[in-house]
């Protein structure tokens, strides 16, 4: 079972979906993709302690954050 845990003000969502399903990869693929189009930075893990950005959907990923964009001032 994969997640996509999406951040913003309020806390955060989790959206678990089944990678070998295909009518659940191809939801979690269209909530990356309207994610990071609406400004969201996605990483996943790459190690203990460690983080890399994505800016492609992976399928692999068991873990993807979506950060919002911050916003100063």
Excluded: C
């Amino acid at each position: 079972m994969a997640i996509q845990i999406v951040m913003d003000r309020t806390g955060d969502s989790r959206h678990p979906f089944n990678p070998s399903d295909a009518k659940e990869l191809a939801k979690a693929e269209k909530r990356f993709n309207k994610l990071t189009n609406a400004g969201f930075t996605a990483a996943v893990r790459a190690g203990p302690g460690q983080v890399s950005q994505i800016r492609s959907f992976d399928p692999n990923a068991e873990e993807t954050v979506f950060f919002p964009r911050l916003v100063g001032g």
